[in-house]
Nanobody, 126 residues
Framework: QVQLVESGGGLVQAGDSLRLSCVAS????????MGWIRQAPGKEQEFVGG????????YYADSVKGRFTISRDNAKNTVYLQMNSLNPEDTATYYC???????????????????WGLGTQVTVSS
């Protein structure tokens, strides 16, 4: 059974940084791409970005490009989301997710992600 557990969220001020982590278990982590998706209250889910299983490819939404960085440590079964220059519009619950099938590309559609964590809350005050 695949499990994804996020951590690292919290309350920060505008301009601050946070690093989210997501630990995966239940299958060979290095064989699957990983993604981060967020959802703000009253808004639709937004694909933040993703990383291929090899780590060679990443994709970022325009809203976070240049501020957020996704990385992974396959030895630790962990994917990270480094968030810099946070602003109140980044306030959301952040989920890590993984597709069902192994494919060394970054799925960019939310519906391609089959396994999801429970999320971690990020709140950015102005």
């Amino acid at each position: 059974q695949v499990q994804l557990v996020e951590s690292g969220g919290g309350l920060v001020q505008a301009g601050d940084s946070l690093r989210l982590s997501c630990v995966a278990s239940g299958r060979t982590f290095s064989g699957y791409s990983m993604g981060w998706i967020r959802q703000a209250p009253g808004k639709e889910q937004e694909f933040v970005g993703g990383i291929s299983w090899s780590g060679d490819s990443t994709y970022y939404a325009d809203s976070v490009k240049g501020r957020f960085t996704i990385s992974r440590d396959n030895a630790k079964n962990t994917v990270y989301l480094q968030m810099n220059s946070l602003n109140p519009e980044d306030t959301a619950t952040y989920y890590c997710a993984s597709p069902e099938y192994s494919d060394d590309r970054v799925p960019v559609r939310i519906d391609e992600y089959h396994y999801w964590g429970l999320g971690t809350q990020v709140t950015v005050s102005s």
